[in-house]
């Protein structure tokens, strides 16, 4: 294996990382503002990849252009979803949350299914252009758009979340919901922001992988059991672990596929999983939350 | 005044006459119930939906004589919603024919079924074991592996002289049942496989395969991979410099499929089907390409047209007489009938389909020509 395409594959297993680390992102924002998992998270993030594809029809532009709007957009949409699927439901078991979940991923499913059809859509890329030098090493610029608009989301979030007074009514509504309220905090508007960022991110996520990776109505289980992986692995409702984690799956993917195979790198992953929920269940980098569900 | 009002008592008088010997007409015209059952939505739904395009446009031109009716049900991704649509169809109507689903598990959980109520199943599912079962009601209108692949390899082998395949196959029923046939075939051939490896239908990253493949060495990379899958692998391969050909199973004809790729990514790159109606290759064939494109907005593929044959050979049977399911079970059996695609027959296990295609993309468009035809491929006709 030469050094260009052993770089291409540390830089893919990085681009995959990132987008991952996007939807594990959201997926963990609503663990740590609500406890509930959001099981639609996959399912958002081809909402995302499918907006783009449809924005690109109308304004045959980068990528990169129509990021606010895809961000913008699937932010109301998680304004929606917190409507329909969270709120009615925040007092009773969290198991219908779960329920309430599922059944928006398969409105989802079925509704882009009945708006774009079964086929695999590609979106724009992110920037146009092919390849870009590095070091005598030629490199897929997509890989590294991909890179940077990610860290750019990923840290524009942390600064929201430790810079800003949302952030902070956020991260109080995680850390102690009835104590925030107590505050004067109101929290329910605060749940509903989360669910918006957290939607938004999954837009992101879906617009960066829909052009490198295709978009399918049905793509969004695959993606979520990927981001649920993440935040297991980087600690239960952690945000940093959850990137983190993202990373590491999509590292061990590449690479172990590529020293031996997927089938081994899949069975693997599933492996050190049940290793790690054995050995260390509050995940890598440690719980956030200790009230896992 | 007086000759206006008889002008016009006449066009009525003519029009009733017209009507009245419509209806007699239409009175004797055979009843057919046709339901759909296909999967519109969930993993298969890309070629499900295909399915069902070709069934309804064959059923909605129908053909003199034959009075069909038909309803479509989804059948979703699972056996129990695929038994419970046919069940449901079953007590609604007398049914004569299905138009059954492509994907092969369901079909496994509805041919007990079929088999009860004694009522044809005509689908295009690849699944080898649907004929395998000795159940007489099912007739698959969609080459198996053992003819495809065998073209795929032959094409490869006799055509482009190749004898290095570097073979990348999914992990699914499907890809595990191409490459068996593939390693059979390039074996039978006298071409040495340099390399294999499955992929989950869910892998992203196509590199380490291209990676690992290359190193190998070999002469041409084979694929036999779903749609998604086989777009990302050759624009990898594409992006990485490979000048190798790609020959590509049949999710590479799907219009989809190319619609994901540059027409310059698809250089050098060919694949199996059954037929390739965006194709053309005769007036017939155009003119059902233009018709599935006004009714659907869409590209005709090989399923769909494999479908519309079926039900196409369905109604002409029963035009010819074959009124009760069991009549038209016994003709579909017996008798071999001309398609848009090929020439379909029975080879006593239900298996109509025994030609296939190999299509190439020239680079400078996303329609494909017929690079071969292999016919009779395995002697069954």
């Known amino acids: 294996m030469d050094g260009t395409v052993l770089l291409q594959l540390l830089l893919n297993a990085l681009s995959l990382g990132a987008a991952y680390g996007l939807v594990a992102l959201g997926f963990a924002l609503v663990i740590g503002a609500t406890g509930a998992v959001n099981f639609a998270q996959g399912d958002l993030v081809m909402a995302g990849g499918l907006l783009t594809v449809a924005l690109a029809s109308l304004l045959p532009v980068d990528g990169l252009l129509l990021l606010p709007l895809v961000v913008l957009a699937m932010a109301g949409l998680g304004l929606l979803v917190c409507a329909l699927a969270y709120l009615p439901f925040r007092n009773a078991p969290p198991v219908s949350v779960f329920v309430s979940t599922i059944a928006v991923g398969i409105l989802l499913q079925n509704g882009a299914n009945g708006l774009f059809g079964a086929a695999p859509r590609a979106g724009p890329p992110l920037l146009s252009g092919g390849e870009v030098g590095f070091g005598g090493l030629v490199l897929d610029r997509q890989s590294l758009a991909v890179i940077v608009a990610a860290v750019l989301l990923a840290g524009g979030t942390w600064l929201l979340l430790h810079r800003s007074q949302i952030g902070r009514r956020m991260r109080a509504t995680a850390q102690d919901p009835e104590m925030a309220r107590a505050m004067g905090v109101n929290t329910t508007r605060t749940i509903a922001l989360t669910f918006a960022l957290a939607t938004a991110l999954a837009g992101a996520a879906g617009l960066l992988l829909s052009n490198r990776y295709f978009v399918t109505p049905v793509e969004g289980t695959n993606l979520m059991l990927k981001a649920y992986i993440a935040v297991v692995v980087g600690g239960w409702g952690r945000i940093g672990g959850a990137l983190a984690g993202a990373m590491l799956v999509a590292g061990f993917e590449v690479i172990v596929s590529s020293v031996l195979s997927y089938p081994v790198a899949e069975a693997g992953l599933y492996i050190c999983v049940l290793l790690l929920l054995l050995l260390r269940p509050q995940g890598v980098f440690g719980e956030a939350l200790g009230r896992r569900v | ?381």
Not at chain 2, 240 to 250: E, F, Q, R, Y
Request: charged content about 20%.
């Open chain 2, 1 to 381: 005044m007086h000759r206006t009002a008889k002008t016009v008592a006449a066009i009525l008088l003519a029009g009733a006459t017209a009507l009245a010997a419509e209806s007699a007409a239409a009175a004797d015209d055979k009843k057919a119930v046709f339901p759909v059952l296909v999967p519109i939505t969930g993993f298969l739904a890309l070629e499900g939906t295909a399915q069902r395009n070709g069934a309804v446009l064959a059923l909605d031109e129908g053909i003199d004589g034959v009075a069909a009716r038909y309803e479509v049900q989804d059948t979703g991704t699972s056996p129990e919603v695929a038994v419970n649509a046919l069940l449901r169809a079953l007590s609604r109507d007398e049914v004569t024919a299905v138009a059954a689903s492509i994907f092969g598990t369901q079909m496994l959980a509805m041919m007990p079924v079929a088999a009860e109520a004694e009522v044809p199943l005509l689908t295009v599912s690849g699944t080898a074991k649907l004929t395998e079962m000795g159940n007489p009601w099912v007739f698959r209108f969609f080459p198996t592996d053992a003819v495809v692949k065998v073209a795929q390899a032959r094409y490869i082998v006799e055509e482009l002289g190749k004898k290095r395949p570097a073979i990348i196959y999914q992990t699914t029923a499907y890809g595990q049942s191409g490459q068996a046939h593939l390693l059979a075939a390039f074996e039978k051939l006298g071409a040495k496989v340099v390399y294999e490896e499955g992929l989950a239908p869910d892998v992203k990253d196509m590199l380490p395969a291209l990676t690992k493949a290359l190193a190998a060495d070999p002469d041409v990379l084979v694929l036999h991979l779903h749609s998604g899958l086989t777009a990302l692998f050759v624009r990898q391969a594409k992006a990485n410099g490979t000048d190798l050909p790609i020959v590509a199973g049949s999710a590479m004809h799907q219009p989809t499929t190319a619609a994901l790729l540059e027409p310059a990514e698809l250089a050098g790159v060919c694949a199996e089907s059954g037929s390739s109606p965006i194709s053309g290759g005769s007036p017939e064939m155009n003119a059902f390409a233009e018709t599935y494109r006004v009714r659907f907005d869409a590209e005709p593929d090989a399923f769909a047209l494999g479908q519309y044959d079926a039900m196409r050979m369905a109604l002409t049977a029963i035009a010819e007489g074959a009124a009760t399911p069991e009549a038209l079970r016994e003709k579909l059996a017996t008798t071999e009938y001309r398609g848009l695609a090929m020439t379909y027959k029975s080879d006593g296990t239900g298996n109509m389909a025994h030609d296939a295609v190999i299509v190439c993309y020239d680079g400078e468009s996303r329609i494909p020509h017929i690079a071969a035809r292999y016919e009779n491929v395995d002697g069954a006709r």
